[in-house]
C-alpha cells in the first residue's frame, strides 16, 4: 500500500546490526569533533582529509574541496549517515559550512522507541507563516520600505512578546515569520496573534499593506530577493525546469492564463504560493516512524481536510481566476520540484534508499539534507520534490537537541488566525494518533487496513486520489467532498466529525490527552463550517465579526469582494485585485490595531 516503506523484519534487522544508542553515539562524536575543527579553522589550514578518520563518503573525493557526497560511519557495526555534503553549486562560503547533519536513527523502532523517545505525549508544533507585502498605492515595495518593515517588525516583535525570526522568500516581496513550538490550540492561537499583530503594525509604519493569502496577489515585476543563496537557489530552479519541455509548457500556460507581461517572469520569478509550514518532532528521531508519518499525517484524508480549511486566494498577477478559488497548487505546478514524490528515501531502510539520495546530491539536484530525501522521476529524469505538496522528514536540524521533525508543506496561508491554530493542533493531535500507532504495530499496515475508521482518517492515498482531491480542494474551498482510504466520500464537517469520534476511542484510555481538549478543537472546527449564526460574507466579517469570524467558504469570500468592485473574472485587473487587498488589509489594522 505505501511502496518504499520497510517491514518490522527489516527495522528489528537493522537494529540488531546497529544500536540505537551505538548510532546516537557515534554521531555525537562526528558532531563535536566536526564543531572543534570550525572552531580553529582560523588558525588551521582545512581539508576535507581532517574528517576521514571518522567517516567514509559514498563518493569518492579526491579534490579538497568535495562536491555533493554522503558521509558514513566507520563505527564497527552497520554504516549509517553522519551528514550530507551540499553540492558545489549550493555554496556561497567554505565546504565546512555546508556539511549538514543527519539525525534520523533507523534502529529506533516500534519495540525500543520507548528507550529512545519516552512514553507517548503530545509533541509541539512550531509553525511557518509565510506573507507578501505591497506598497499602500498597489505599487512594488522599495528597499527603503522593505528595510523599514524589518525594522518596524523587530521593534514591535519585541513589545508583544513576538517571535523574532523574520525570513526573507524567494520573493523579495515575500518574507515568512517562523513561531516556535507549542502545545494545544490556546498557545498555538495566542503565538499566531502577536505575530500577525507584529506583522500588521510593521506594514503599515513601513507605508505598505499586507496579504496573508495562499499566493502573492498583486501584479508586479517578479523581483527576487538579493543575496547569494537565493540568487543560487534561483538559478537552479530555472535550470533544472527550463531544460524540461514538459515544465516550459507549463509555465508558458500560466503566463497565458494570468496574462503575465512585466518583468522577467521565469519559474524562479513565478513560484509564488505561500504556505503555512507545520513542524512537529519525531520520537526518537525514528527514521520509521517518520516514514510512516508522512504517509499517515501528511498523505491521508487528513491532509486534504486541514488544507482544504486554510484554502483561499483566487489571485495571481493581478488577475482573479475565472475556476479556481484558490491557485496555490496550479502555482506550485510550474516547477519539477513541486511535483508528487510519494515517501521519502531511507538511505538505511530501503535496498536503494542510499544510492539515491547520495544521487540527488552529487548532481547537485538538492540544496538540503531533507530535500536530498525526496526522490522522483519524470521522463527518467530524477529530481528533488523539495516544494512537493505533502512535506518532508527534517533529520537535519542543527540544534543541540538533535531533533527530528515531519513538516507539512501542503497549508496555505491564511488570515484567520483561528484557523491557523486549528489546523496546527488537529495536525499535533495526528501526530499522537499515528505514533500511538507505530508504538503498537510498527510498520504492518494490517491493522490500519482492518480498520475503517483508521483506513478514512489516516489511510494513504494513492498519488492519483490525492492530487485530485487537491486541485478539487483548488475549485471549490471549503465546499469540497473528500474521497479516503476506503472509497468513501464525506462533506469537511463528515470527516472532521469521524476523526472527533476516533480520536476520543483511541486516546481517552491511553490518559495522553484531556478528550475535553479534543472536544474543543473539533467544535471550533464544526463553528468555521457550519456557524449556526451565519456564516462569513465579507473580508471584515471573515476577520472581526463576533460571532462569524473564520466561517464561511474563504475563497468565495474573496472572489465576491472582486466581483464587487467591479472586477471580471478571468481578465486582468490590478486595480480591483488591489481594492480587495485593502479591503483585507483593512480588516486585519481593525482587528489588532484600532
Known sequence: MIPGLPTNDTLRAFAKEANWQAVDETRVKFRDYLNSIREKRGSHPVSANMIKHLSSALYDDTDDVPDGNVLLSKAAHRPVVLAAVLGRRFRQGPWLDYVKPYHLNPSVNHENIHEAGGSLKVRPVGVELEVGMTQVDGGEPTPHHLERFHEAYIEHAMRLGSNLDLSPEL???????????????????????????????????????????????????????????????????????????????????????????????????????????????????????????????????????????LKGGPFMDGTCDAELLCTREYVRNITITGHYVGLPLSPHLQPDGMQRHGLLLRDNLANGTARALLYGVEDDQPFSGMHNMLGRIRPDLSNNARVCTLESTGMPSNPSAERLAAVSTDFQYSQLMIEHYFREHGTN????????????????????????????????????????????????????????????????????????????????????????????????????????????????ILRNAFLEVGGTLGAKNPAAVHKVMIQLNDALVRRYIN
Open 171 to 309: 520573493c523579495i516581496y515575500q518574507a515568512e515569520l517562523v513561531l516556535p513550538p507549542v502545545i494545544g490550540y490556546g498557545k498555538a492561537l495566542r503565538t499566531l496573534e502577536q505575530n500577525i499583530a507584529a506583522l500588521v503594525f510593521a506594514t503599515r509604519e513601513a507605508n505598505m499593506i499586507v496579504a496573508i493569502l495562499s499566493t502573492y496577489p498583486w501584479e508586479s515585476d517578479f523581483a527576487t530577493s538579493h543575496s547569494d543563496k537565493v540568487e543560487t537557489v534561483a538559478i537552479f530552479l530555472n535550470d533544472v525546469n527550463e531544460s524540461r519541455p514538459q515544465q516550459r509548457d507549463i509555465l508558458q500556460k500560466l503566463k497565458q492564463r494570468y496574462d503575465v507581461s512585466r518583468g522577467v517572469a521565469r519559474t524562479a520569478n513565478l513560484l509564488r504560493f505561500q504556505g503555512y509550514h507545520m513542524h512537529v518532532d519525531l520520537a526518537g528521531r525514528s527514521e520509521a516512524l517518520g516514514m510512516l508519518s508522512y504517509a499517515m499525517n501528511l498523505g491521508s484524508a487528513t491532509a486534504i481536510a486541514n488544507a482544504a480549511l
Open 445 to 556: 499496515l494490517d491493522p490500519l487496513l482492518n480498520d475503517k475508521d483508521w483506513l478514512d482518517i489516516f489511510g494513504p492515498l494513492d498519488r492519483s486520489t490525492f492530487t485530485d482531491m487537491m486541485i478539487a480542494s483548488d475549485h471549490l474551498c471549503t465546499d469540497v467532498e473528500i474521497k479516503t482510504a476506503t472509497g468513501a466520500t464525506y462533506s469537511l464537517v463528515e470527516f472532521y466529525e469521524k476523526k472527533r469520534k476516533l480520536l476520543k476511542k483511541v486516546l481517552s484510555p491511553l490518559n495522553v490527552i484531556d478528550t475535553r481538549d479534543v472536544d474543543g478543537l473539533y467544535d471550533r472546527i464544526y463553528h468555521f463550517l457550519v456557524s449556526p449564526n451565519g456564516s462569513a460574507e465579507t473580508i471584515d466579517d471573515y476577520i472581526n465579526h463576533p460571532t462569524r469570524h473564520g466561517t464561511g467558504n474563504w475563497g468565495r
